[in-house]
């Protein structure tokens, strides 16, 4: 919706001073807001950059906009509002990673829209010549921006369905979908160059702009399906990175600074944590954005029986009485956490142990959840002290002197296949050496479901190993009542 309001100011050349002005100092409240967000402790000052610098460029753009009337940008942020808000009192904390995907895709097709509007009635955008025709550079920023924005929708409409579970989280592995896959883009590319040359107006030019806008479709939705459900979150922060270049794009056609940097603020600080948890995965950056080039049949983990092995299970009381018996208690949160909502019985939790004389921790993993931050989130809703939370590279050496791990709902972040089984979607992925602690709690719903990535686990069939059996919630508040 702020794309759209953006957008609507193309000015170009006609921008005035003042507004120029404030969109620089929107743009300064911007990388100040990105700075806040790097840590929990500057979080809540960086939303109030980042509000007040989006409040400025909105606020100047319906003050200088030339293409739109006043009553139907109100309409359309009205409309935009009364979804948002009800899309944000519906919507559950364990649906926020599919939520930030659908949003990502609504921002793509903003992008396209906005591309294929300005070049329908490019006048109205001015940016053409004398002689009424594109200029060249805008017909190459409309196809670029058109052939991101679709991009991020079609890829964005597959991250959504994978997250939600509408579609497998497995890979769906094309034949030949490299060549397809390179040979799909440089044909966009091609169409591009070749629109970007083209003269006059007419249906070869009409139907040059229309392929790129289809073949951008497809090659989304074939980049994202080879992509397994263990590199989801890096797939989200990659479509978030593109969305803002899509963004950026459509700012350079429009000639709005406050697009063209928020659009290049995006784009980059997606990119880079891209990059960071690809490398924090051990995955290639370069693989990952190619559509799992590095995947193959072998580990989908979908079809196989698995083998009943004896396990060990538990129940509350035990559990409870051999965390009271503890001095060093690391705690592995994951998605299993999120659905039942058991951050704030954790919490109680780990309150009774510290009063106690426990020493509790938390251990979270570049890709635990199904976003970047999903389990830090939940945790700071639940008032978790941050000086508790650890990253994998920081805790990871502390196994090794622990009492007990205490898992509760991960399972991929937590298995050694990741370090032993070559032919294991997760291969090359660091995770947590659990097996390494004292005693291990493993708090499943059951034994017959296996991580998102579709692999069994060699932690559940451990000596040490005991499995709570139970919904996460359930399971903490009756450890709780036992440790009273």
């Known amino acids: 919706m702020m794309l759209s309001v ?19 100092a929107a743009g300064v409240l911007f990388i100040l807001a990105l700075r806040g967000l790097s840590s929990p402790q500057t979080s809540r000052a960086g939303n109030r950059y980042g509000m007040i610098g989006m409040l400025i460029a909105v606020v100047t753009t319906l ?26 009192r519906k919507i559950a904390m364990t649906a926020m990673p599919e939520l930030v995907a659908g949003f990502h895709s609504l921002v793509g097709l903003a992008a396209v829209v906005v591309g294929l509007a300005a070049w329908l009635d490019p006048a109205s955008f001015g940016i053409t010549d004398s002689a009424g025709q594109i200029l060249t550079v805008s017909r190459i920023e409309l196809g670029l921006g058109i052939a991101i924005g679709a991009i991020t929708f079609s890829g964005s409409v597959i991250a959504f369905l994978k997250l939600s579970g509408r579609m497998s989280g497995n890979p769906i592995l094309l034949p030949m979908r490299h060549f397809i896959n390179l040979g ?79 659009g290049a603020l995006v784009g980059s600080s997606g990119a880079i944590l891209s990059y960071i948890m690809c490398k924090a995965m051990n995955r290639s950056f370069i693989s990952v954005i190619a559509g799992g080039f590095g995947a193959d049949d072998s580990g989908s983990g979908d079809g196989e029986p698995r083998e009943q092995r004896p396990y060990k299970q538990g129940s509350a009381a035990d559990a409870a009485f051999m965390l009271e018996q503890a001095e060093n208690v690391i705690i592995i ?6 659905v039942a909502q058991a951050q704030h019985a954790l919490r109680e939790m780990c309150d009774l142990l510290e009063e106690k004389g426990v020493s509790v921790k938390f251990a979270i993993h570049p890709v635990a959840g199904r976003m970047p931050g ?40 937590v298995n050694p296949a990741a370090k032993t089984d070559k032919s294991s979607p997760i291969y090359g992925m660091p995770v947590f050496d659990v097996d390494k602690a004292k005693q291990v709690f493993f708090i499943k719903r059951s034994m017959g479901g296996v991580g998102y990535a579709g692999v069994d686990n060699d932690v559940f069939y451990m ?11 359930k399971m903490v508040e009756e450890i709780v009542k036992s440790i009273d």
């Open 374 to 413: 999903h389990m830090n989130v939940l945790l700071a809703e639940a008032s978790v002290d941050y000086d508790k939370v650890f990253e994998l590279e920081d805790i990871n050496s502390e196994f090794a002197q622990a009492d007990v791990a205490f898992i509760i709902g991960a399972n991929d972040v």
């Open 333 to 338: 949160p994951g998605y299993g956490m999120a």
């Open 63 to 88: 003050v200088t906009h030339d293409v739109a009337t006043l009553p139907e940008i109100g309409i359309a942020m009205f409309l935009g509002g009364v979804i948002g808000v009800t899309v944000a």
């Open 6 to 24: 953006l957008a609507s100011g193309a000015v170009g050349a006609g921008t005035p001073a003042w507004a120029m002005l404030a969109y620089l």
């Open 184 to 262: 799909t883009l440089l044909a966009i590319l091609g169409m591009i160059a070749a629109y970007a040359v083209s003269g006059a107006a007419g249906a070869g030019e009409g139907q040059l702009i229309i392929w790129i806008t289809v073949a951008a479709f497809i090659i989304g939705f074939l980049l994202i399906i080879p992509i397994g459900g263990a590199d989801m979150p890096v797939v989200v922060s990659m479509l978030n990175s593109y969305s803002g270049w899509a963004a950026a794009a459509m700012g350079f056609t429009l000639g709005n600074t406050a697009m063209i940097i928020t």
């Open 463 to 473: 000596d040490q190993t005991m499995m709570l059996l139970s919904d996460a919630k």
